[in-house]
């Protein structure tokens, strides 16, 4: 689910309960923020380190699309 962190509680209900969150959001604070949010909603909910500031830091690849369909492939050599 992608989801601006202001909102993110509107979109809990779309997450399989007792399955596993990743949180990424821009910067740390902005996903500790979300990651709250989600806390006790019967969600495994975890937080990337750092935020994409950090991923991005670290010149880890990402995808070229910002919101790809789900069933849309990823070309590796496509992403940075």
Do not use: Y
């Not at 601006?4 to 910067?27: C, K, T």
């Not at 989600?38 to 830091?57: E, F, I, K, N």
């Not at 070229?64 to 590796?76: I, M, R, T, Y």
């Amino acid at each position: 689910v992608r989801a601006e962190a202001n909102d993110i509680e509107s979109h809990a209900d779309e997450l399989q309960r007792g399955g596993a969150v990743v949180v990424i959001a821009e910067d740390e604070d902005s996903g500790r923020k979300a990651a709250e949010a989600l806390s006790g909603r019967d969600l495994d909910v975890a937080l990337l380190d750092g935020g994409m500031d950090a991923w991005d830091d670290e010149d880890f690849k990402t995808e070229p699309s910002g919101d790809p369909d789900e069933d849309a492939p990823v070309e590796p050599d496509a992403a940075r």
